[in-house]
């Protein structure tokens, strides 16, 4: 190693000690060239303080800097001993009311949550414990250094600015003071002379690139030969490689070496060998050779020791600078003044300008100390923060392509800064309005992501391992984005208008980039081979959804914004699906003589994306127009009427029509990649501005349009249109066995349809889309979160979406719909729902996930069972919508819908196989619930002289059109409520009836109750007051009939006990007899009894009941009664085998209930005993079956059973079985029965088969 082969370090000189600081400051204000004076004394004395060996001596170097080289320069500015003149300083100084505090790496800083303008507004210990916020909602996080503290400053908070500390220097202030007036016209001269020397000195020397030579004005006539090999740091080469390749460039210790790559991570440089050129160039090419075979090689420079020395010295002075500016808020101004002022090379020629634009050249220590002196300078000046701002907006674009290209954090960059400067509000509006930062940011980033398809879409399916990196780096200009955003103007001008919607047209530019990107095609016969990329463009998404929501916030704060950037939003709409060459053919579709133009498209054979930013902005924006009444105000100004609904409608539909698809496994070769994206659609970070967005982008197109043509649509792309417009599909399907998989394809289809109606007609808790405000939004989560499970607060602050200033707005309504369990053993505190709030709930939640669903519904049917109510969940009353969406409520009662419920109930009614699913009724039974709901609103909230359109009662009771002649939607629910196998649903099918009943009755008693009265209308009245009079008179003589017939039955049972008297006195005797047996075994009767044979002595039936563990339903063992099976498995057996070494022959003839004991193996069936209904059995076997086929969508997991050989786990004690045992009377009560109907013909009675 070096040391081992230089001389001894030399000993310092010891004339350095005899320079007078005092003497040196008296020539410098004697000379007459200051600059050429400093420049002389800095180039002779500083090579012989700083670097004088291999390893750096920091104490004595300190010492000796401080009186050689800094010490002349306070004496100079102050003009006298500067512990005098600095103190004077100081006592002329008013106090800063500004705290300015630079946090150090793992500081502690606080943020509070109530009065904080933005999260990055903090607070240093001390000042916090001074201030009002210790007593608020406050957030505490660790600093990562580079940030400083936010007291003082008014623009961050909303109250409480001070602390207890800075607020004395507050009642001081005057606006605008020039701080320069507390000093001398002297101090002011001498001090802007030595500052503007020293800062460009040090700017100079740190910014100069050449490794051999010094800047002439520093140049001396001695030049010894002593070098160093420098090694610079970067964040690609890992610990272990530096050490392992210093171990062999400079021959050190292996803790020699681990010292070398700790400081030079830490300080961003080191010199790992000292001496001549010769010997530090060979450590530097063993350097690069080792570390230039897999990435780029570590940055070495062999560099001479002068320059070392004044580049050392440069850190020092610029420590200096930002300590001396904090004596006086003079010194600070006149500091500021020499950094801004422009140089002799005009633009970008400031001292900050040069350092600034050299930011990513430099190693990571002189990052630091030139980034603390501008936080402790310019971003302390209020003016020249604004200054400052201004050149840091025009470097902009250099300024984060530096970044991009360099391999360090962004801490380590100067672009780090951007948090300081755009999350200033006057700041902000300011750049915006005047340099047009929006633009800049966004255009600067899409700059960085050139990688385009052919309909110029962002493409990151071939994205190499240098523009992945890239694209990490190149997502934080979304976070200035997010910062310039943050805080919402008060008052616009008519240049902040102007320059936003410039912003706002380049923004939507990028999302037009984002529609439609990673289109994704079923895969069809071989699963697909290598996952495709998807994170990326799902990262690009999630960090800019808060922008999304935060431009439309700004939107919605001018009514003049809000009505150009919708319209921009829908031109650069129109022109992306003039863009998409989809080719496809127009098609008519017809139902229920409503007929619809639309094209041919599948979402199963065709491209299909699940990005589609525009469509979704433009959703919000519309919503925006509704709550912000613009719609309403000036709708001459809106193009409303250019809309086209099925443009709106086509892409957000395909998309749910693909996630539908996914539920029912029809993209299961598409891998996990798809599964992973419908997973982030839904997921509570990405909803707002994905699946919610589409949600109300459907509720636009359904209030725009007439619903019966966007149902048929929508059949369409659920590939459901010939189901329902093919008469007497259920009859076709079942009788074909083959498509039994194609069924149940189709039927969750049928499911996820319902659903999307369901969703499309009760989500109306969005503020412009119901007549809600944002709390009424947020206690609706809540609830429904507290509906699977009580919930602790962390829980269910994850399950809530954050706004940008990561507020759930949880706190400000959890009171009114829950009540706080305090931790008990389980050391958590929960939160449960209150009895009052379960009113609300809905089933069909949208936010639900299948398993969250799931758990809600079990959960409040056992809480009405345990309150001793019925298990219906009904629909809860919903808020009315705002008048732009009024119309979607029609949805209910078009023809199309009555026909899909209606078609649904009689697969129900038929029970034909597997055409229909309980899922399937149980959404049809909603929406059928939320019609009546909608309609008794209507009735109960009429005002006088105002027609009530929605007619749904009157529609459901009118018998289905020719040619199937199907009875009515109300018949067949009354048919259904007595129906065995819907046990689950009966409670709702009452509620049903019972809500009807109770509409009919107030229809029937408001006379007044205004109804639309036009000719077609009365028509159709009389004529369903024609059918509902012949259905009451033939229902009462189907009434009197079945009572003629029950007299009939009864008056025959009597006539038949009077008739055989002496048959049933015999069996009451013999019942007798017996019980006396039972009872009183000693006791022998006179009677003979007989055990076995034809003359068996009939003994009284005991009744048998069991419970099916499915349905819970008791029931009586008998022949005429449900067919009941028990859980068993059946498998091989060499228990009882006596000769193990015979075989069968051949098995296909050999009869399986005859097992010869000298078999290999005989059959052994065991069962748990657990009991069921054989259809509850089925049913049950049937959806364990489904499940697995659709298990390959998710991570599969080991089974411990395997449905392909037929088994499955028994539901209560889930043990294994692969066949059930049918529950058979025992023989002697089949016998007794026989016995009695034998007994019975012999009277001629009971007639012979």
Not at 159 to 175: M, W
Not at 597 to 617: A, N
Not at 1018 to 1024: A, L, P, T, V
Request: glycine share 4%.
């Amino acid at each position: 190693m070096a040391s081992e082969l230089e001389p001894e370090v030399q000993a310092f000189d010891r004339s350095l000690l005899e320079c007078s600081a005092e003497e040196t400051a008296g020539k410098w204000l004697q000379a007459t060239d200051l600059t050429r004076e400093v420049y002389q004394h800095l180039a002779h004395y500083v090579p012989r303080i700083y670097c004088r060996g291999p390893n750096p001596f920091p104490q004595k170097e300190d010492m000796l800097s401080h009186q050689v080289l800094l010490g002349p320069m306070e004496w100079y500015l102050c003009g006298e001993d500067p512990e005098l003149g600095f103190s004077k300083l100081e006592q002329t100084n008013k106090p800063s009311h500004l705290c300015g505090r630079v946090f150090k790496v793992g500081e502690p800083t606080y943020s509070c949550r109530d009065c904080a303008v933005d999260p990055t507004c903090v607070l240093c210990m001390e000042c916090f414990l001074g201030s009002i916020h210790r007593d608020h909602r406050y957030r505490m996080t660790t600093s990562g250094g580079g940030g400083f503290c936010d007291c003082g400053d008014t623009e961050a908070w909303k109250e409480g600015p001070y602390c207890q500390k800075h607020e004395l220097n507050t009642s001081e202030i005057e606006e605008e003071e020039d701080p320069l007036v507390h000093l001398s016209e002297d101090v002011i001269a001498r001090t802007y002379n030595i500052f503007a020397i020293m800062f460009r000195y040090a700017v100079e020397i740190l910014t100069w690139e050449k490794e051999s030579e010094l800047p002439p004005d520093l140049e001396t006539t001695e030049k010894s030969d002593t070098y160093y090999c420098m090694l610079f740091n970067d964040e690609v080469h890992t610990y272990e490689q530096v050490i392992y390749t210093l171990q062999k460039a400079v021959n050190c210790t292996q803790k020699e070496a681990i010292g070398f790559a700790t400081t030079v991570d830490r300080d961003g440089r080191r010199s790992v060998r000292y001496g001549d050129f010769q010997y530090c160039e060979q450590a530097k090419s063993v350097i690069v050779r080792n570390t230039s075979r897999q990435t780029k090689p570590l940055k070495v420079q062999v560099m001479h020791s002068s320059i070392v020395a004044h580049q050392n010295f440069g850190l020092k002075l610029l420590s200096w600078l930002g300590s001396i500016i904090g004596y006086s808020d003079g010194l600070r101004r006149i500091l500021c003044q020499v950094g801004l002022q422009e140089g002799p090379d005009g633009e970008n020629s400031s001292l900050v300008d040069r350092l600034m634009l050299s930011d990513s050249k430099l190693w990571k220590g002189a990052r630091s100390v030139y980034h603390q002196l501008f936080m402790s300078s310019l971003l302390m000046d209020l003016k020249y923060k604004k200054l400052f701002a201004v050149r840091f907006a025009k470097n902009y674009e250099r300024l984060q392509s530096d970044y991009v290209t360099d391999d360090h954090d962004r801490e380590f960059s100067i672009a780090d800064l951007s948090v300081q400067i755009f999350t200033v509000p006057s700041l902000a509006r300011m750049l915006i309005t005047e340099e047009n930062l929006m633009t800049i940011i966004i255009k600067t980033f899409m700059d960085h992501l050139r990688h385009r398809d052919a309909q110029g879409r962002f493409q990151f399916e071939r994205y190499t391992a240098l523009q992945a990196f890239k694209f990490r780096r190149v997502q934080s200009l979304i976070l200035d984005l997010k910062y310039v955003l943050i805080s919402k103007p008060t008052e616009w001008s008519d240049d902040l208008r102007q320059k936003f919607l410039e912003g706002f047209d380049a923004f939507l530019e990028l999302l037009k980039c984002m529609q439609g990107m990673d289109p994704i095609a079923r895969q069809v016969g071989q699963h697909i081979e290598m996952e495709p990329e998807w994170e990326a463009a799902f990262t690009l998404q999630m960090k800019l959804t808060h922008v999304i929501s935060m431009m439309q916030d700004w939107c919605a704060l001018d009514e003049k914004v809000l009505i150009e950037a919708y319209k921009k939003c829908l031109a650069v709409l129109t022109q992306c699906h003039g863009g998409f060459t989809d080719g496809e053919q127009p098609v008519t579709l017809s139902i229920c003589g409503h007929s619809v133009e639309t094209i041919r498209y599948c979402v199963s054979k065709e491209k299909v994306s699940i990005h589609l930013p525009v469509s979704r902005l433009l959703a919000g924006l519309h919503v925006l127009l509704s709550k912000s009444e613009v719609a309403y105000k000036f709708p001459e100004l809106l193009p409303l009427s250019e809309l086209s609904p099925p443009m709106l409608i086509e892409h957000p539909l395909r998309c749910l029509v693909l996630c539908a698809q996914v539920h029912a496994g029809m993209w299961r070769r598409n891998g996990f990649s798809l599964v992973n994206q419908i997973y982030y659609y839904h997921n509570v970070k990405c909803r707002c501005e994905m699946f919610d967005k589409d949600i109300v982008m459907l509720q636009t197109g359904v209030s725009m349009m007439d619903p019966n043509h966007f149902l048929m649509i929508m059949l369409s792309r659920f590939e459901l249109y010939q189901i329902f417009s093919t008469p007497d599909y259920g009859k076709k399907i079942s009788s074909e066995t083959t498509h039994k998989d194609l069924v149940q394809q189709n039927n969750t289809l049928i499911e996820e349809m319902l659903y999307l109606i369901i969703m499309l007609v009760g989500e109306r808790f969005s503020p412009g889309v119901g007549q809600v405000n944002a709390t009424d939004e947020i206690k609706r989560e809540i609830i429904h979160q507290l509906s699977i499970k009580p919930m602790a607060h962390s829980e269910l602050v994850k399950s809530l979406p954050e706004d940008e200033n990561k507020e759930t707005g949880m706190e400000s309504v959890i009171e009114a719909v829950a009540h706080f369990k305090k931790p008990g053993l389980t050391g958590r505190g929960m939160y449960e729902l209150k009895p009052e709030c379960a009113k609300e709930f809905n089933l069909y939640f949208y936010h639900f996930s299948r398993a969250e669903q799931s758990k809600a519904e079990e959960a409040q049917r056992k809480l009405k069972r345990q309150n001793k109510e019925d298990t219906a969940l009904p629909p809860p009353v919903l808020p009315p919508f705002c008048p732009l969406f009024a119309s979607l409520v029609n949805i209910l009662q078009s023809d199309v819908m009555l026909l899909i419920m209606r078609t649904v109930l009689q697969w129900t009614v038929e029970h034909n196989g597997y055409v229909w699913s309980e899922s399937m009724l149980q959404r049809v039974l909603h929406l059928i619930g939320m019609a009546l709901q909608e309609e008794k609103q209507h009735l109960e909230n009429v005002v006088e002289e105002h027609v009530v359109t929605f007619t749904f009662t009157q529609k459901i009771s009118k018998p289905g059109e020719a040619p199937n002649n199907s009875p009515s939607i109300l018949a067949m629910l009354e048919t259904l409520q007595n129906a065995p196998y819907l046990e689950v649903h009966k409670d709702m099918i009452r509620w049903i009836l019972k809500t009807f009943n109770a509409i009919k009755k107030i229809r029937e008693s408001s006379s007044t109750s205004p109804v639309a009265e036009t000719e077609g209308t009365i028509m159709e009245e009389s004529s369903r007051d024609k059918d509902k009079a012949e259905r009451k008179r033939k229902a009462e003589i189907a009434r009197l009939r079945r009572e003629k017939i029950m007299a009939q039955m009864s008056e025959m049972q009597r006539h038949f006990i009077d008739e055989n008297k002496e048959l049933f006195q015999q069996t009451l005797e013999l019942d007798a007899s017996i019980s006396a047996v039972l009872d009183n075994s000693p006791v022998v009767s006179d009677m003979t009894l007989t055990a076995l044979g034809p003359a068996q002595t009939q003994v009284p039936e005991q009744r048998q009941f069991v419970t099916c563990i499915l349905c819970q339903e008791e029931q009586e063992v008998k022949v005429e009664s449900r067919a009941m099976v028990l859980a068993a498995f059946v498998q091989r057996s060499t228990v009882l085998s006596k000769n193990r070494s015979k075989f069968i022959q051949d098995p296909e003839k050999y009869d399986p209930l005859f097992m010869h004991p000298d078999l290999s193996c005989g059959t052994h069936t065991s069962s748990c005993g657990h009991i069921m209904h054989a259809h509850c059995w089925q049913r049950y076997f049937d959806s364990v079956q489904a499940k697995e086929q659709r298990r390959q969508q998710r991570l599969r997991l080991h089974t411990s059973y395997d449905v392909e050989n037929g088994e499955f786990l028994c539901p209560l004690c889930e043990c294994l079985s692969n066949t059930v045992i049918p529950l058979l009377l025992p023989p002697r009560n089949i016998f007794n029965r026989y016995c009695l109907i034998k007994e019975f013909r012999k009277y001629g009675r009971i007639a012979a088969p």
